[in-house]
């Protein structure tokens, strides 16, 4: 018996579902069906009748699957309406008429697409509060790998990066600083590479370990310089449930031959360091977390680092406070860097708001009026910063990072 157009059905079934919850903003829900969604998608791409018909309806269930994950977390962040902000996916895989990309075009795709994963940042160590025992590791490890070592020598440096930890504490910030300090030591060589591993996946399916290797490839072409692995668990998800197609195989041993450096072998001149990055750190393959020399446990921030990133949140910008430093360092006890960072913004928009309700009526009188207009400041209180954290609460639960702990021991 044909299967096919059972699972198809189911597939519509589930997908007519999903977007009817979507509709009524209930993310939950929505997810729930984009998940069935794309579990019958799989399925069904077993039937195709061809390659291209497989590739084009695996990449469809792989889009459900990550547009049911950003639901996910939409809806835990709890944000009002932010759901009905993404677009859906939709279509069907088989209608030509939306023309998807098959591996079969050129590599002119694929050298764009590294291209475009190149980023640059003016990010540098003096922008990250706190975490200073792990800036001074990288920078260690950076140094030992470019400095010259004495004759005959071997020195072993290690190459590959870990970095766990709840969301909003500086991952993404220590990568681009890692970067940008290779920038300044090389004079404008370094590269940085951002990629981002679900978006890979999902937006370049059949061709992402021809991406990945491509992507090393600039990378040592243009040593020294750093790849970073962002949402790196997204690798190895779902291999538990069977689903992990042949896509993503490939794409996972591309992945441990670079981090081996097999293709830098004998080039002792090649440096390239990968960093990556997750918050879920156990659904990533044992496999591939040996490969990492480092795994640097990014944690909330302590006080003396909080105090630090309420600095440059506040001081650096310009903004006073006429309470003690130590008042708002305990307020946000168990915030993470990018919560501390909402928190200042919503306190000092506040009180901006506040002094310059006028402003409105300043724009009827003209735009050289409105240039003469002096925005008004005043110096911050513990009361600002009280009223904001009534909307800006910490996300991160003490079990929560509690598990990240306990995750880094069993690894020792
Ligand atoms: N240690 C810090 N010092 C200063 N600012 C910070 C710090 N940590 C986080 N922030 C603020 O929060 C924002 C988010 O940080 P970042 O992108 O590095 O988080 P992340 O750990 O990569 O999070 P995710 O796991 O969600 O990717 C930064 O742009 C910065 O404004
Ligand atoms: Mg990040």
Sequence with gaps: MDLGPKLKRACDDS?????????????EAAAAHFESASKAMFKYAEYAGSRAQEY????????????????????????????????P????????????????????????????MVHTSGIT?????????????????????????????????????LFYGPPGTGKTLLAAATSNSLKVTTEGQALFFNVK???????????????????????????????FL??????TTDRDSGEQSGAERRILSTILAELDGLSEKGRGDIFVLTIAATNRPWDIDAAVLSRFEKQILIPLPDAVSRRAILDIH??????????ELDELVAITSGYSGREIERLCKEATGEMIEELNADLPDVIDRGLAGTRAYQVK??????????????????QTSPETMQRYLDWGKEQD
Excluded at 198 to 219: D, Q, R, V
Aim: charged residues 30%; hydrophobic residues 35%.
């Design 15 to 27: 997908l007519h579902k999903a977007k009817m919850a979507w509709k009524a903003g209930d993310a």
């Design 56 to 87: 084009a309806r695996k990449k469809k269930a792989i889009e459900y699957r990550d547009f049911a994950k950003r639901l996910r977390e939409v809806g835990t962040e709890n944000a009002a309406g932010a759901a009905k902000k993404l677009t």
């Design 89 to 116: 996916p939709s279509g069907d895989p088989d209608d030509n008429s939306q023309r998807e990309s098959t591996p079969e075009e050129g590599d002119t795709s694929i050298s764009s697409a590294v291209s475009a």
């Design 125 to 161: 160590w003096h922008d990250i509060g706190g975490l200073d025992e792990t800036k001074r590791d990288i920078k260690y490890a950076l140094g030992l790998s470019l400095a010259r070592p004495p004759e005959g020598v071997k020195i072993t440096t290690f190459r590959n990066i």
């Design 197 to 227: 591993v679900s978006g890979i996946l999902s937006k370049y399916f059949g061709e992402s370990s021809k991406i990945i290797s491509e992507l090393y490839g600039a990378a040592r072409d243009n040593s020294p310089s750093v790849v």
């Design 230 to 235: 962002d949402e790196f668990e997204s690798l």
């Design 314 to 323: 506040l001081g650096r910008r310009g903004y006073q406070i006429d309470c």
């Design 377 to 394: 400041v005043r110096p911050l209180g513990k009361e600002d910063f009280l009223r904001a954290a009534e909307h800006i609460k910490p």
